[in-house]
């Protein structure tokens, strides 16, 4: 099993982050707090037919 790091910003803050991300798993939604800020972010990692990585990050409750 691989660990990929990939980079997306954070909704609240704009600051650029990295996530870990388990390729095995498909399709995953979790809560991550900003490293910058604390806030809550929902990341959405999905991993496409190719093997790539697709992540975005939105406001809890939004
Ligand atoms: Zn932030």
Do not use: A, W
């Not at 704009?14 to 939604?29: A, M, N, R, V, Y």
């Amino acid at each position: 099993m691989f660990i990929h790091e990939k980079e997306s910003y954070c909704p609240y803050c704009g600051e650029i982050i990295s996530f870990l991300i388990d390729p095995s798993i498909e399709f995953q939604e979790y809560v991550e707090d900003c490293q910058i800020c604390c806030s809550p972010i929902v990341v959405c990692v999905e991993i496409n037919s190719d093997n790539k990585i697709s992540i975005q990050t939105r406001k809890e409750n939004e």
